[in-house]
């Protein structure tokens, strides 16, 4: 079945030790998203991809980066990670940049904790 | 700007009967589409259902659908004849013009035996 896949699931990091937070898919979409979202908050829109195109939210700390190096895969970076990344980390995907109008398809995360 | 509001953090229902979530939102573009994913404990988020705001008749999706009120700027999402499988975080959600969906802060439905 296509997918979005993320992995791993679950990541412990040290604070300050960067990490990588890694998304696949199978499904040949244009668009990779990353959204963080923390207990009991709504997923919150970090940066996407259109294709190679990268677009970042005005509000994103520069903390995160990412990386698409190709269609099916794309990379969230947290160079020096502090106590309020910890977060589930969402990846989707949509066939089109079309506006809200695109469905977006979700993979089941990565949740990440600070020590 | 855009923004989501769900009222409803936790909900319960018993099986086979009908639960409505609710959400709000607040938009000020003109061409907009509203969503519901749902998802489950331990599992990826899924789309439920949704609805183009052009189009006044309600969107339905098999036991899930949605009473779209624009003036109000209301969608609520009816399940009907609810199963142990409907178990699980659901998400309203709005996009617009850009390629950002905002999300409300959710509603846990629990379906109970």
């Known amino acids: 079945d296509a997918m979005v896949i993320q992995n791993p699931r679950y990541q412990v990091t040290q604070f300050g030790k960067p990490v990588t937070l890694s998304c696949s898919q199978t499904?040949?979409?244009?668009?990779m998203y990353w959204y963080q979202q923390k207990s009991s908050q709504a997923p919150k829109l970090l940066f996407h991809?259109?294709?190679?195109?990268?677009?970042n939210e005005a509000d994103t700390p520069d903390n995160f980066q990412s990386r698409r190096p190709n269609t099916s895969f794309c990379f969230l970076d947290i160079r020096s990670p502090g106590l309020g990344d910890a977060a589930m980390y969402l990846c989707?995907?949509?066939?089109?940049?079309?506006?809200?109008?695109?469905?977006?398809?979700f993979g089941p995360g990565t949740r990440l904790l600070v020590l | 700007a855009q923004t989501v509001t769900q009222s409803q953090p936790e909900m319960s229902v018993q099986e086979a009967e009908t639960v409505t979530l609710s959400c709000t939102y607040d938009?000020?573009?003109?061409?907009?589409?509203l969503f519901w994913y749902k998802q489950p404990p331990s599992r990826q988020m899924i789309l439920v259902i949704r609805?183009?705001?052009?189009?006044?008749q309600n969107a339905t999706e098999n036991r899930f659908s949605v009473n779209f009120q624009k003036a109000a700027k209301s969608f609520s999402l009816k399940i009907s004849d609810s199963q142990l499988g409907d178990t699980a975080m659901y998400f309203c959600?709005?996009?617009?013009?850009?390629?950002?969906?905002?999300f409300g802060t959710g509603t846990l439905l629990a379906v109970q035996p």
């Open positions: 989707a995907t949509s066939l089109n940049r079309g506006g809200g109008r695109e469905t977006q398809y």
């Open positions: 938009t000020s573009e003109n061409n907009y589409y």
């Open positions: 609805q183009e705001a052009y189009k006044q």
């Open positions: 991809y259109y294709d190679k195109d990268f677009n």
């Open positions: 959600a709005v996009g617009g013009a850009t390629n950002k969906l905002i």
């Open positions: 499904l040949n979409h244009n668009v």
